[in-house]
């Protein structure tokens, strides 16, 4: 069982900068990959980016990848999803999520939401222009 907590969400103006992170509890949770998705209101939850099992394999959307990095640190049980440059269509609920059918990201990382079985309550991001 994994539980993830995401915080770091907030009112920011455009041209801002967030630093999102999602908090693991499960001792297993190193061993899974990681993902991000959001959600504004009226939209379906789209992929932002994820990060395999020891963070040697990450990819952010290709939308997004100029302005977002993600990152991992396994000794604090955490996942990182720095966003710079904050546009207002930008805001929405932020959503890490844990895959662990996989063999932990090593060669694929998958942008489905479907293949994701363990999720946050998610955290509001708001860019304000």
């Known amino acids: 069982q994994v539980h993830l907590v995401e915080s770091g969400g907030g009112l920011v103006q455009a041209g801002g900068s967030l630093r999102l992170s999602c908090a693991a509890s499960g001792r297993t949770f190193v061993e899974y990959a990681v993902g991000w998705f959001r959600q504004a209101p009226g939209m379906e939850r789209e992929f932002v980016s994820a990060?395999?099992?020891?963070?040697?394999?990450?990819y952010v959307d290709d939308s997004l990848k100029d302005r977002f990095t993600i990152s991992r640190d396994n000794g604090k049980m955490s996942v990182y999803l720095q966003m710079n440059s904050l546009k207002p269509e930008d805001t929405a609920v932020y959503y890490c999520?844990?895959?662990?059918?996989?063999?932990?990201?090593?060669?694929?990382?998958?942008?489905?939401?479907?293949?994701?079985?363990?999720w946050g309550q998610g955290t509001q991001v708001t860019v304000s222009s």
């Open positions: 990060i395999s099992w020891n963070g040697s394999n990450a």
């Open positions: 999520a844990a895959e662990t059918r996989s063999d932990g990201g090593r060669y694929y990382l998958t942008s489905y939401a479907s293949d994701y079985d363990y």
